[in-house]
């Protein structure tokens, strides 16, 4: 690809937590890099993007995205899927160890960083697994993987059994600096379940997962934690009472972060009555009372990013009985319209959500992305906030069509995403 | 999800308001269940003609789609169709399909390509019936035969036809659903059923760990024993004990639970005098309830197997449009 231009933004609202800023202003970028903000006449532009009436932030870092690269091709690749994360503005993605085979060697990290930079759409940033195989036995070879480059470790969807196996793995990921990424589930309360414990559950005779499912498994981790002074990440909550647990140990000045997935902060039980698979998602829809709790978090604070949880699916996956389908959400091209829909309902201001899908992930992540300051990677999303669509899966870029939201008008749109400079994603006017 | 039509709301009646599938008694009305109910009363006459078919459904093709096992479902759904001279196929599908691969959905639409007109189908799997209603044809009906533990909605009605033979009103009644009520299709169906019958009070009697969580909110009173919830009842419906239940983190055994839940004449004895005992079948003698109450006076056991055959003429009929009660009855 040739060198990218010299590009100014111009007349967009420009919209970055990381420096509190919001104000009209031109955003210029040259060699690869943001240069300068607000007027800067000696810029010597050779391409500009007229951004009158739409907002400018920094490109979105998702901390949940699966590839489905390697092992599950038919679902999706690394090339169709960072495409999918361009359409939706999103310039940094996380992927989670659970490919086929595992990320618990560098050889697998390696091969994924290849067919990225392959692909060239996204910067793709790995957790490497927790433990070998994700099988909960051993700990993983981490010196090897944060070597590799990994940024982070985690257990995919797998709980960590052993609370022995569990704490040493955290104590070790401590030494080389990577976050543990967990995501709280009992194995043996959630054994057979599908969603949520609760009044759906009970009517559609649904086996499920209670709620003491995530919170035992939170307060396990919160207690390892807290002895051992590691840090850890929750990721992808769903109750209620996990937010409540988790702000009372940040207050308390524990090193916890954690995220949400964005239809956890839209959908609850309620949407599953007609046995719908496409809201057949792990961890399950809960409550309306959770949902709102979780929204409260984000609005607070105590959960600090929002992901897409993206899991995209070929058509078949989803045309089974409940039980028999698998879960997940094709979530990248609805992520940000989903969360400007909390704007608009009042539910978030518009900066607490840029910086939940920007800034704030990538501290969780300990790196310098999220962020419009001068001198940072020119990664930039550009949306238009008023623009009205209707969600038609037919039209994901991402090889997954498998979402609960088609059909639904929302409003705002990515019209361009920029990474490093150039135009990965625009979208015709 | 308010921007949506829900999908599945009502699959099971048409635009006129008439019965197109019967998935689970839950988004039915009392106006079908009373239909489907009297409809089966005149088709219970039947069996006592000389010749024991009406050519209702002549010229249709029913499949039984059985992928869980069964004995009097399947052969009660057989012999109403033939009664009303449909071409009867029954499929036993092993659970050995999903191990040649063979998707449920693949399997429906090999049969769909030889023009049936109605599915009975059984499935282990909670929603199997709603998803199959939401791929067939749009000629095709399908009548759930228990799937999971979600529905067995014929089961329930069944029940209910078995119920007013004995009791006429339903609105004095006082009924006791007692066992495994967390497994249980019958359980949740019946519930509906007698909600929308207009039943006085519906009680469910189980063991906490063998209660849904939330199973109040469907309205009924909750009773962890047994003596309290049999306490002058109308109806006594007992429910099936699977035997993998037995012994679990759920009950000890299968003789404790007896101790505690078991039907006796002695618990019997606190029930109204004239209340009768119901169980879907098979019974776990000495499990569920002792071998006096299966064939005590109060049992009316058998009377509903028989049930079975004119209610699955009722709903086949009805679900395939043929409204008019023949002449000859």
Known sequence: ?429 | MTELPLRSANLQIDAKGHLRHLLSIEGLNRAILTEILDTAESFSSVPAQSVKKVPLLRGKTVANLFFEASTRTRATFELAAKRLSADVLTINVPTSSAVKGESLLDTLRNLEAMHIDLFVVRHAESGAAHFIASQVSPHVSVINGGDGRHAHPTQALLDMFTIRRHKRNFSNLCVAIVGDVMHSRVARSQIHALNLLGVGEIRVVAPRTLLPSHIKELGVRVFTQLAEGLRDVDVVMMLRLQKERMESAMLPSGLEFFQVYGLTPEKLALAKPDAIVMHPGPINRGVEMSSEVADGLQSVILQQVTHGIAVRMAIMSLCLGSRAVPSEM
């Open chain 1, 1 to 429: 690809m040739p060198d990218p231009k010299r590009i100014r933004i111009r007349g967009g609202r420009v919209i970055d937590p990381a420096q509190r800023l919001d104000a009209v202003l031109d955003v210029c970028l040259a060699e690869k890099r943001i240069v300068a903000l607000g007027e800067s006449p000696d810029f010597e532009a050779e391409e500009e993007i007229d951004a009158l009436g739409l907002i400018v932030c920094p490109g979105l870092v998702d901390l949940r995205v699966h590839l489905r690269e390697p092992g599950q091709e038919h679902k999706g690749t690394i090339a169709s899927e960072t495409a999918a994360a361009a359409a939706g503005g999103v310039t940094t993605l996380c992927v989670p160890p659970d490919t086929v085979p595992v990320i618990d060697t560098p050889a697998v990290a390696e091969l994924i960083k290849v067919r990225a930079d392959q692909s060239d759409r996204a910067w793709v940033l790995i957790l490497g697994a927790l433990t070998r195989g994700l099988a909960g036995e051993h700990i993983s070879g981490m010196a090897a993987l944060a070597k590799a480059g990994c940024v982070g470790v985690s257990n995919g969807l797998r709980p960590v059994q052993n609370t022995l196996i569990l704490r040493r793995a955290m104590e070790y990921a401590a030494n080389f600096g990577l976050t543990v990424f967990l995501h709280p589930q009992d194995p043996w309360l959630s054994a057979g379940g599908f969603v949520h414990e609760g009044l759906v559950s009970t009517r559609l005779g649904l086996p499920g997962i209670p709620v003491a499912s995530e919170t035992v498994a939170v307060a396990r981790a919160l207690v390892l934690a807290e002895q051992d002074g590691v840090r850890i990440h929750f990721t992808l909550l769903s109750a209620a009472r996990s937010v409540e647990m988790i702000a009372e140990a940040q207050a308390r000045g524990l090193p916890v972060t954690a995220d949400v997935a964005m239809h956890q902060l839209h959908l609850t039980e309620l949407d599953l009555l007609g046995f719908n698979a496409q809201c057949h998602v792990s961890p399950p829809l809960r409550s309306t009372y959770d949902r709102d709790y979780l929204r409260i978090g984000c609005s607070s604070g105590v959960v600090s990013a929002i992901c897409s949880d993206h899991q995209p699916h070929e058509p078949s996956a989803k045309l089974a009985p409940f039980c028999e389908t698998a879960p997940g959400i094709s979530g990248l091209e609805t992520l940000l319209p989903l969360g400007l829909r909390l704007v608009q309902d009042g539910i978030l201001d518009i900066h607490t959500l840029i910086a939940r899908l920007t800034w704030q992930p990538a501290q969780i992540l300990g790196q310098p992305y999220g962020t419009l300051r001068v001198g940072s990677r020119a990664d930039v999303c550009i949306f238009d906030p008023n623009r009205d669509w209707i969600v038609n899966s037919a039209q994901f870029v991402s090889r997954g069509h498998n979402t609960p939201f088609d059909g639904w008008r929302l409003k705002g749109r990515v019209l361009h995403t920029l990474m490093e400079g150039k135009q990965v994603f625009s979208l015709e006017r």
